[in-house]
């Protein structure tokens, strides 16, 4: 059926601009409403928008603009051909949306103010080593004056401009719900191919400029560099004394040859063998990781689930053999010493590898150029070694499954200590929650791909010594505490505490696969029932379900369970309850990196989330 006499027709490919900005994206005209006189387009990822006539363009004159114009005149342009490392990815991506972009701009510009906006653009989108200049940091925006390193931020930059004019933002768009019939599906392209070309678009920053220092910057690497194993070392000692608290003066240092182990250092070495080979066995699936800015996706083993199996029926035939696994609680400080070691070695090796690293492969943060920073903060965002992924494997297998051991080592070692034929129930609270945690990660060990390590932020010393030492470590302080400081529990108590376990867990799982599902296909018919936000990259933004009640809901899931295990350890210390006050400053600081990193790439579609959802972790609280 013809729509009635209007300039797009039904059905019709166009060029729609996107909301708030100059990008102008491949659409197909669903419909026409006259009275509001704007068309319904849906892109494609699926989201649907209404436009007025004067934000579509037609497609054929639109490329040939592009083509000639762009191609002859900008001097930026020129620059861009033989400096821009990003420059062949785009070539060979036929048509990307800076190009588009700058069309729209020639088109819609005065002369001199066009040639000028055209310059931004391709210098954003082709050149982006170039240095900022100091006229063009000069911008009321404070984020972006924060960020004055990053090229991204002219994208930014301009897309303010644009978005100061009120008329562009006006009225321009309606939210809606995404239908499951057939027209809201995407159109032509899969979805991990759209993400595949968002990811080249959106990869307007080269992975050699560096964000804002984070972590207080580089006496700020020098200071943790120093702290966390200082911190570790200080909890392990604390553990073990009869009145142990956090705001002890640390105790006298034991003499150095107590803190070396030739036989524990053997001991994590195997373990860690062990998860290796079970890693790169060819059991479980293949999964692939979200797009680099290359547009590649890498592959991952996630066989997780199939490692924490076959390391727990290792552990109960040891246990059979007469093996005495208490050895763990026994040793605990020159284990954590040989671990430190391995830990130190491995950043060593992964900051070497990074300087043979293409720029491509490098992380956005870690490369201000001052080794002590970078080597903390970690340069290359995926270092392996063949198809072993170094980061992906320290980050779910050698600690984490580590951790479940450990705590099992403090079951047996309670019971030996205490002289009790079972584990008391706070023992099994700790070790049945912590395990369930560590299942759940490694049962949907996909999902870390969609997460911030995995996704933003180089492998240093900061996830190498996290993940191997500060995990195992630190986490397993309630079971260490436990051993030597019973904490009887009546029934009623236990049932509430499982109960507010169960609760946290639900919303943490919730979310997570709720995130998950939709970042690695948008038009999951499941999740057809949420609104979204879109935004310029092509990538939408979550804005109900459980990313509507607040902006990190698997914050909250973890903060509750995280209560949860400390809870069963009681008050009469402040040990146990180390984990929950650390996990408080660990995610209200990531979730402020997140935020930071959410607004450059999302500008004003994330100012748009932020005011729908207001709070960030905790509902009218936080
Ligand atoms: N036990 C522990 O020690 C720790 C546990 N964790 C847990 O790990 C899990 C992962 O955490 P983390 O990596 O920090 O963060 P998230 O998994 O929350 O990832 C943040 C990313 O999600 C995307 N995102 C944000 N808001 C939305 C939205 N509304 N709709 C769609 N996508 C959105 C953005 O990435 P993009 O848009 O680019 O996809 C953002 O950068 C959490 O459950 C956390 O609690 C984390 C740290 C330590
Ligand atoms: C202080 C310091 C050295 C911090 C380093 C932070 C790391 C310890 C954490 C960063 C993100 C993590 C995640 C998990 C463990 C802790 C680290 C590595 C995680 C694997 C735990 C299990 C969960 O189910 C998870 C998979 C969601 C989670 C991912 C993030």
Redesign the pocket.
Known sequence: MKMPSVKYQRGEMVMGRWPGSSLYYEVKVLGYDTKSQLYTVIYKDGTELELKEQDIRNIAGFQTRSRSRSRSRSPGRRRSRSRSPARTTRRSSSRTAAAVAAAAIMESAPSSRRDAKLKDTLEVRLSPLQQTSAAENNSNNKHEKKEENNTANKVNEFESKVEAEPELNQGRYNLRRRKEDGDAKPVETKPEQLEEKDAKVAAAAPANLSTPLDFGGKIGAYFWLLFLPAWVLFVVLQGDLEDPSLVNFPPPLPPLEEFWDAQALGFVILWVLLQALLYILPFGKLSEG?PLSSGERLKYRTNGFFAITVSALAAAAAVYLGVDLTYIHSHFLQLATATFLISVLLSAYLYVHSCYAEPAQLALGGNSGNVVYDFFKGRELNPRIKNFDLKFFCEMRPGLIGWCLINFAMALAEMKEQRLDAPSYSMILVNLFQLL?VVDGLWNEEA?L????L??DGFGFMLAFGDLVW?PFT?TLQAYYLVSHPNPLSLPAVGAIITLKLVGFYI?RK??SE?NA??RNPSDPKLSHLK?IPTATG?????SGW?GVV??P??L??LIMALAWSLPCGFSHLLPWYYMIY?II??VH?DSR?MS??RR??GSAWDE?CRT?RYRIIPRVY
């Open positions: 979200m945690y870390i969609t997460t911030m390590d996704m933003h995990v986490y943490f979310s997570n995130k939709f970042r979204t990538k939408s933004l979550l804005v990313w902006r990190h698997n914050y899931g973890d996990f660990l995610l990531r997140d990193e959410c790439k999302y989330y959802v």
